[in-house]
């Protein structure tokens, strides 16, 4: 059986935290999946706009060696997503473990046989960071 992965992020200003979470996911599946979400979800969840168009988040995701399809994501709910593209495994940074949300999910996707796993996160890089850093120059 071929184990397909899912994961879903903004990928704004591509960094090493993205890509160490990518290629990670990767060596748990077969058959990779990543979501891009798209520039009206991130406004709404976020109250912020990415820097990078999602058109072009998009094109870098898909070009990643580690990811086997980039499709677009408008929502949160992770099992909306499951219904248009099946996946038996679902990837998420550690450090959104224990949270209510994540729980909630986990618990949820598990009714369908998918597994939740937390992949560890990058604390030394993240698109957070990246903003404050290009404020000060």
Not at 36 to 60: G, H, M, Q, T, W
Not at 131 to 136: A, C, G, S, T, Y
Request: hydrophobic content about 40%.
């Amino acid at each position: 059986m071929n184990i397909i992965g899912f994961t879903t992020g903004v990928f704004d200003m591509f960094h090493i935290g993205h890509l160490n979470l990518l290629e990670n996911a990767k060596s748990k599946c077969d058959f990779l999946v990543v979501g891009v979400n798209s520039d009206k979800l991130v406004s709404e969840y976020k109250s912020k706009n990415a820097v990078v168009p999602f058109e072009e988040r998009l094109r870098i995701v898909s070009a990643m060696r580690c990811v086997d399809e980039a499709i677009r994501v408008d929502t949160l709910d992770k099992e909306s997503i499951y219904m248009t593209k099946l996946f038996n495994v679902l990837f998420i940074g550690d450090d959104w473990k224990g949270s209510q949300r994540w729980a909630e999910t986990e618990r949820v996707m598990l009714t369908y046989g998918v597994r939740t796993i937390y992949l560890p996160y990058t604390r030394s890089t993240n698109s957070t960071l990246l903003r404050e850093k290009l404020i000060e120059y």
